[in-house]
């Protein structure tokens, strides 16, 4: 009876350990796939906010360009004949 019992102790430390272990292995991979995910998600976002930047700059441009030649009559010079001044002494 005795031996028995000790078995039945010995069986269910075992299973214990085995699940124990089992659950951290599931919990490791689980954490590894949605890392991934996030980085998926990651890299999307960057994406869209690079479309967005370069939307809102072609608009900007093209919506600056027209409002200085419909109000003012003016075109915006390219960037290599921009003359920067230096008004801090």
Do not use: C, W
């Not at 039945?8 to 919990?27: C, E, G």
Request: aromatic content about 8%.
């Amino acid at each position: 009876m005795r031996i028995m019992l000790n078995i039945s102790i010995f069986f269910i430390i075992t299973l214990s350990a085995f699940s124990v272990i089992y659950i951290k292995h599931q919990n490791r991979i689980m954490n590894i796939e949605i890392e991934s995910i996030e980085k998926k998600k990651s890299v999307e976002v960057n994406k869209y906010k690079e479309l967005l930047n370069a939307k809102a700059t072609l608009l900007d441009k093209e919506l600056v360009g027209k409002s200085f030649k419909e109000n003012l009559g003016m075109d915006v010079p390219s960037r290599n004949k921009i003359i920067y001044l230096n008004l801090a002494e």
